[in-house]
Structures are given as C-alpha cells and as structure tokens.
C-alpha cells in the first residue's frame, strides 16, 4: 500500500521556521520525485518545491526561492521541506504527492495535508 505521511507542521510566528517531513513507502523511491503542494482557504492548490529522487534535481516556486529548501533522505525513503522567513501568505495545508517526475501534470500519490500557520 502505498504511503506518504506529511508531519511538521503548526503555529509559528512570521520571521520564524517549520520543518515539514513526507515519509513515504509502498513505492520505490528513488523512482519517483516527490512535490510539495499547498492550499489555503478560497485560494487555488499551488506547487511548491518538487524534488527527484534519482539525481535530487530540484525546483522552487519563485514565491518561495530563497525561503525554502526541500531535501531528500533516499536511505529513509523521506522528504524534508526547510521553510525559513516564514510569512502570513504561507499559511497553508501542505501536502506531498509522488509522481514520475516534477514536470507532471498530475500526481498519483498525496498524503492526508499538515497544517501550517504564521501569525503576523
């Protein structure tokens, strides 16, 4: 059965950081990239970082470059999302979904969402 379980997230005020974690199984990792997506209240789902796991290649939202660094823990089968300079517009539920590659269209896989929160 496919897996992935997003943890990490909560209440920060703006200027501080979250790590969020998507720890996946079921799957064959190196296979896959792993993406993270958010959605916040009346707005519209927005990719976020992607990562492949193959050759780690990576890619930002220009909302978040600078700000965020996505890695990838291959041996833990594990995905971590280093959010720095957090903002109120962050505030989001973030999910991880896997898919062949970052370029996808559509995504097969997602976890359940972590909340995060950044009080101005």
């Known amino acids: 059965e496919v897996q992935l379980v997003e943890s990490g997230g909560g209440l920060v005020q703006a200027g501080g950081s979250l790590r969020l974690s998507c720890a996946a199984s079921g799957f064959t990792f190196d296979d896959y990239a792993i993406g993270w997506f958010r959605q916040a209240p009346g707005k519209e789902h927005e990719g976020v970082v992607c990562?492949?796991?193959?050759?780690?290649?990576?890619w930002y939202a220009d909302s978040v470059k600078s700000r965020f660094t996505v890695s990838s823990d291959n041996a833990k089968n594990t995905v971590y999302l280093q959010m720095n300079s957090l903002k109120p517009e962050d505030t989001a539920i973030y999910y991880c979904a896997a898919e062949l590659q970052c370029i996808a269209t559509s995504w097969t896989y997602w976890g359940q969402g972590t909340q995060v929160t950044v009080s101005s």
């Open positions: 990562i492949s796991s193959s050759d780690e290649h990576t």
